[in-house]
């Protein structure tokens, strides 16, 4: 396969593009090359296109797709629930059945909220941590993303262009956003000086750096975080928006074994629906109800939650997550084979299942240096591998599902050094 042309995809872009603003659903897919590509329906590891090409998919809908595309556990419970209606607005079975594999997960927690979307879910716990102190500022850091909100989209990329202020978006409330100190990942002398005697009500972090560059944490750093923390009565917030029900069925916590006071859940929570939540000890969880408001329409909607009670099912049986961090492994060592076979500087991190390729850098371990890798030329590599039958991320990072095989790596990992090689000097 070697597309050179998407028709129908590019008819319905300048369509779509008539009614919806940009032409996408959210802002940076306006941002795929060479135009955003238009699906009709996906199976497993694979996705096709309005124009019949068939590709290898690693994108999994920006990661909630771990279970890949129709899961017929995940379809039997949608179906299931649908046809008993859509929403309630009062309570229903999945309710707790859901939040009990949750907490199944985060042995250490015994309360969660549902909520919608990762921004959601990361605003409720910022607001339960301030609630919970009486103190008003947060601590986040440099390239670690909390979704799209006012107080928490500062110190992701650096701030708008031409704009004096750390604010990322036009329009972007600088009050709102002048709650957030930004600090560097990593340095615990900084976070101890800025927490001491000060008014910060949490510190919150991805405790791998999925969003900028898939990075762990530096030996004993969470620990070093979580004594802190401690120590100043922080709320300490984990967005596993990414790390949740992915590293590990425990996520991060699981993983790290460092248990923070709030984490925040979503994307793979429900394998593709919209839900997120934040999990927690009842102390602070339960202020949800004496004080600290948390609310929304669709929150603890019954067929996301059928979804994501069949979603956890899935993801709980034994040998996921060791088959997941294989077959991250086997993708992250191939690609990182083809780019010294080319003579192509390049870097590759992984953790379980995400891996993230930057080009033009020979090693990303910090924000800074994955900020300097060359997008230009891996935009260019992506619409190859595009051409080839292989739809990755924009950025660099590659999601796998349980519905990967070994076989679908090791023809990626070909197709990759195909390109490769034709792109390298
Ligand atoms: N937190 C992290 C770590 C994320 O990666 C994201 C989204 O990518 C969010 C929060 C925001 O989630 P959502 O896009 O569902 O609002």
Redesign the pocket.
């Given at each position: 396969m070697l597309v050179t042309e998407w028709p129908k995809s590019m008819e319905a872009w300048t369509r779509t593009k008539r009614s919806l603003a940009g032409g996408v659903s959210t802002g940076l897919r306006a941002q795929a090359r060479p135009h955003p590509i238009f699906f009709s329906g996906g199976a497993g590891a694979r996705l096709t296109d309005l124009d019949g090409n068939t590709y290898l998919d690693y994108v999994l809908g920006?990661?909630p797709n771990i279970i890949g595309h129709g899961h017929p556990q995940l379809v039997a419970a949608v179906q299931g629930q649908i046809e008993h209606g859509a929403t309630y607005g009062s309570g229903h079975e999945f309710e707790y059945l859901a939040a009990e594999a949750v907490l199944d997960a985060y042995p250490a927690f015994d309360r969660l909220v549902w909520s919608n979307?990762?921004?959601?879910a990361?605003q409720v716990a910022l607001r339960i941590a301030r609630g919970a102190t009486g103190r008003q500022h947060f601590v986040k850091f440099s390239g670690?993303?909390?979704?799209?909100t006012d107080p928490v989209l500062v110190g992701y990329r650096g701030g708008r262009a031409g704009s004096s202020s750390a604010a990322e978006s036009l329009g972007q409330s600088e009050n709102a956003s002048r709650d957030a100190v930004v600090l560097e990942w990593g340095n615990l002398d900084d976070l101890r000086a800025t927490l001491t005697g000060r008014d910060i009500a949490a510190v919150v972090l991805?405790p791998v750096l999925?969003?900028s560059g898939v990075i762990e944490p530096p030996d004993g750093y969470l620990e070093g975080v979580r004594e802190i923390c401690t120590e100043t009565g922080t709320v300490l917030i984990f967005?596993e928006?990414?790390t949740g029900f992915r590293l590990a069925f425990g996520g991060a916590v699981e993983k790290y074994g460092v248990v923070p006071d709030l984490a925040?859940l979503?994307?793979a929570i429900a394998g593709g629906l919209p839900l997120?939540a934040v999990v927690g000890k009842s102390e602070l969880l339960d202020l949800t109800q004496a004080g600290v408001v948390h609310a929304g329409t669709y929150n603890g909607n019954p067929v996301v939650l059928a979804g994501a009670l069949a979603t956890l099912d899935v993801l709980k049986r034994e040998g996921t997550y060791e088959r997941l961090d294989a077959l991250g492994r086997r993708l992250a060592s191939g690609l990182g084979d083809q780019l010294t076979r080319h003579g192509v500087v390049g870097a590759v991190n992984q953790v379980g299942p995400v891996v993230q390729c930057a080009l033009g850098v020979p090693a990303v371990r910090t924000f800074t240096e994955f900020m300097g890798a060359d997008t230009k030329a891996y935009d260019l590599l992506l619409v190859e591998l595009l051409r080839r039958g292989v739809f990755a991320l924009p950025g660099g990072r590659w999601y796998l599902s349980t519905e990967h095989t070994e076989h679908d790596i090791d023809t990626t990992i070909r197709i990759f050094g195909e390109v490769v090689s034709v792109s390298s000097p």
């Open positions: 920006w990661g979307s990762g921004s959601e990361a670690h993303y909390h979704g799209w991805e999925c969003n967005d928006v990414i925040v979503g994307k997120s």
